[in-house]
Every structure is written in structure tokens, then in C-alpha cells.
């Protein structure tokens, strides 16, 4: 340790010798660095307000959630399990908002699948081309039924899109694009059979896969005595949309399929990555 009392620091301060801080000030304070530093001066006052209006944003978002009326299953069921309360009202919300949403493709998808395979017939009638293009614009603007489908397929939606908005405008030009486009998706084309999902079921499927599962492996419990289900997770559903008799298991068979089949998808690369990759040599130097 430097000792301050000693000749040198004396000296030192006696011949005033400017520190590093006071020549930075003399820095920047000159006019040419003044002026080199406007440019940077701007940038940061841009990315303030940006994060300002970030901010607020964020917090208009939150003072929605928290006077939007509580959710009375899922909500409870987060909080119990030591989730903010905001969040746990959030994530209620979008779960509800899913399940909705997954009930109402469900109830569109074979509508959506007939005008794709219509359209990718040529020499079909104008009105009749006109309807097919009105039920897929529809599709595409209230659902993600098309992206589904195009992901599904490994193609890209938005050439289709512009042809059918191009086509609806009357623009027949775009009507042969719109055939060879729909032509290459048919084939990829299926209709789940059995009955449509309902918001509930959608619901609670992803309900297991994302809140329930990662902290529970227990799907539902059956009382023989009650006659119904009984757990906690099923009690929570069956409050948020006030189903009395709500069965979780179809929700709970979708999901053990969709992950079996995402396993089997992953397991099937892994094989074919160790196919491809250089087996060690067995010969003898």
C-alpha cells in the first residue's frame, strides 16, 4: 500500500499533475469530439425511447392481465404451485385462447382441404374457384391452418397466399400458379378422422404438455365411487370452461402420440447421422 504521507506523494501533489479523469473531461469537452460524438449522441437517445415505449408497452400489457377478470381453474391451479399471480392469470388466458383457437381449425381443416384439392383440378368455373379461394383466405387470416399445412409439407405458403389474394381480385393470370401450387400440396393432404377437437380438450392437451407435466407425471386420477375424474389438473380444466363432466383423456392420448412420434422423428435421424458419419477403421498398420 501506497503510504500518502510519504516525500513522493507529496511531491506529487504539490506539482498539481492532472489525473486521468480531468484530461477525459478536457477530451471530451473539446469541439471536435463534441462534435464526432452527436452521431452516437442520437443513437442513444433513439434506443432510450425505444426502450421507453418498450417499457410502457410491457406495463399496459400487464395492467390488462391484472383487470381482466380471473381465470377460475387454471389460474388457482398455477398459483398453488408458486407462479406469480400475473403470470399465472397470463398464461390462463393463452391456454383458453388456444384451446379456442385449435376447436375452431379443427372445425375448418376439411373445408380447407376440399378447396385445396378443388383448386388443384384446372378448368374449374369461376364461381366455384371464387368460393374455394373465400374459404382459404378466411383460413389464412383467422387460424394457422395453411402455415400447418404448408410446414407439414416442407413447402412455403407465401406465393399461394399472394396467388389467392391475386385471384380473389380477379386477377385471372394468377389462377395457373394458384392450380400448380395446390396440385404439389394435394398429396400431402389428410382429414383426421373421428370427432372435431373441442376448445376444451385443445385446452387441456396443452395445459399436460406445458404446465402440467414438467412438474407432475400424473395425467388424471378416476374415483370408481364419484364416477369421474378427480384430479387436480382435470378440476382445473373442467372450472375454466365449466365442463361438469369433462373427460382428459383424448387430450392426454394427442399428446403421448405427438411426443411418441416426435421420439420416433429423432430417433429415426440419430440413426441415419450415425449412418453417414466415418466408422472407425479395423486394419492393421
Not at 111 to 131: E, M, Q, W, Y
Not at 139 to 159: H, P, V, Y
Not at 183 to 188: C, F, V
Not at 200 to 225: G, K
Request: charged share 25%; with cysteine.
Amino acid at each position: 500500500m501506497i503510504d500518502e504521507s510519504s516525500p513522493l506523494c507529496a511531491a506529487v501533489k504539490e506539482a498539481n499533475i492532472p489525473t486521468l479523469v480531468d484530461h477525459l473531461q478536457e477530451y471530451l469537452t473539446h469541439p471536435d469530439v463534441v462534435e464526432r460524438m452527436k452521431p452516437l449522441q442520437t443513437a442513444c437517445d433513439g434506443l432510450l425511447r425505444a426502450l421507453s415505449g418498450f417499457c410502457k408497452q410491457i406495463g399496459a400489457v400487464v395492467q390488462r392481465v391484472a383487470e381482466s377478470p380471473p381465470s377460475p381453474g387454471y389460474e388457482p391451479w398455477l398459483i398453488e404451485r408458486g407462479s406469480n399471480p400475473i403470470l399465472a392469470r397470463m398464461i390462463a388466458g393463452l391456454l383458453v385462447r388456444i384451446g379456442n383457437r385449435s376447436a375452431e381449425e379443427s372445425r375448418r381443416l376439411p373445408a380447407v382441404v376440399r378447396a385445396i384439392r378443388f383448386l388443384a383440378k384446372p378448368g374449374r368455373n369461376r364461381r366455384a374457384i371464387s368460393g374455394s379461394v373465400r374459404v382459404l383466405l378466411a383460413a389464412w387470416e383467422k387460424t394457422s391452418i395453411i402455415e400447418t399445412i404448408f410446414d407439414d409439407a416442407g413447402l412455403n405458403e407465401s406465393e399461394f397466399i399472394r396467388s389467392l389474394k391475386s385471384v380473389s381480385e380477379g386477377h385471372e393470370v394468377a389462377y395457373r400458379r394458384l392450380t400448380e401450387i395446390a396440385a404439389s400440396l394435394a398429396p400431402h393432404l389428410s382429414i383426421r378422422r373421428g370427432p372435431k377437437v373441442r376448445a376444451t380438450s385443445a385446452a387441456h392437451e396443452f395445459f399436460l404438455e406445458y404446465a402440467v407435466m414438467p412438474m407432475e407425471h400424473r395425467a388424471y386420477s378416476w374415483d370408481e365411487s364419484k364416477g369421474k375424474f378427480t384430479d387436480p389438473v382435470t378440476e382445473a380444466t373442467r372450472c375454466e370452461f365449466d365442463r361438469r363432466h369433462f373427460d382428459p383423456r383424448p387430450a392426454y392420448r394427442r399428446l403421448k402420440a405427438r411426443q411418441k412420434g416426435i421420439e420416433l422423428i429423432a430417433a429415426g435421424s440419430a440413426h441415419l447421422e450415425g449412418r453417414r458419419s466415418p466408422q472407425p477403421s479395423n486394419m492393421q498398420n
